[in-house]
């Protein structure tokens, strides 16, 4: 049986193990917490930091691929495996440029990509002077892990620069100018060993306090717009090296145009709803991208399919009610990730509904999370 190993074990990490064991695979994990949601569902788990280099190279010892799950998977480990003849992917060199946000949108622009105006911040009067440039509001980011949005702040005045400083202390930081999107997009690609390249069709990602909060699946925009969509993302994969899913996030603006937010070179909160929306689910795309299989169908199993994330609201044990209410709703799949607590804003499970029309879909979406505590 061949093995794949996975440096970092989330939810994401899980799901990748799903789609891997459907397939055949015997999944190995390393992750720093015992029995987190991938090591559930994993053959084996090896605990230790994804940052540390011995634990990643014990990893890729005993399987055939390695894939990560995660951008501060350490590069430079997975460099020296790639150097050794491990097959690894994507190619980690590209972890370098995408992890510093403030590097990928610097690359993708030297790529001709479009990208909100960015520059280097160290100090408050260098942030003052990017709000004369770029003009109010505008972000101040944190350049590194920054998931979630934890690594913003809106700057809506030259009064809010300190407070943004004290919530990113510690960090290195950008500046971004504010793009007034109408609506964030985001588009999944795939890309096999032999070159074959998939797209999943353009969502629609709803973000609340800078999360993602709900996927719309096809974006409700004008089909010239999902296709200049998915073909940014399909001419913006081909700048990364290496094989395997790639999510592309989007603003679309009032002119119609699109402007690259993200790039993450894995799998992706905006194509969750792709286990039941889609005929191959963004996990098991990535699992046969990185172990050679052609990849699969794309298309939609339904017109419409509406993911709503569920995210934590306390602090304390995990203590899961109102699933059995779940079942009237028809069309509707809980995932729940086996996080063992729950904390404000964490990610802890989603729902996603298909059906056939799209303000049906959205409102049991809405009442299936609502029914649902964690
Ligand atoms: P990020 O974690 O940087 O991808 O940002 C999270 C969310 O913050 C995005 O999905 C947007 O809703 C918002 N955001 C980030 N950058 C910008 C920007 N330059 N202009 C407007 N909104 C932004």
Redesign the pocket.
Known sequence: MQKIGIIGGGQLGRMLVEAAKNLGFYTVVLDPTPNGPAAQVADKEIIGDFKDASKIKEVADQVDFVTFEIESANADALNDLVGEGKDINPHPKILETIKD?YLQKKFLEKNGIPV?DSVEVSDEEEIKKAGTVFGYP??L?ARKD????R??A?IKNEIDIKDGIVKLKDRTLYV??????VK?LAVVVGRSKNGEVKVFPAVE?I?KN???HIVISPAPVKKDITQKAEELATKIIADFKGVGVFAV?M?LTEKNEL?I??IAPRVHNSGHHTIEGNKTSQFEQHIRAITGMPLGDTGHTAPFSVMINILGERSGEVKLEGEEKLNEIKGATMHIYGKSETRPERKMGHITVVGDDLIEVLEKARLARSIISI
Request: proline share 3%; aromatic share 18%.
């Open positions: 946000k909100a505008f972000l980011k920054a998931y979630d949005g690594g913003n809106l971004e100018k504010f793009v007034p999107f964030e990602t973000h800078n999360i993602c996030e603003f402007v937010n993200e």
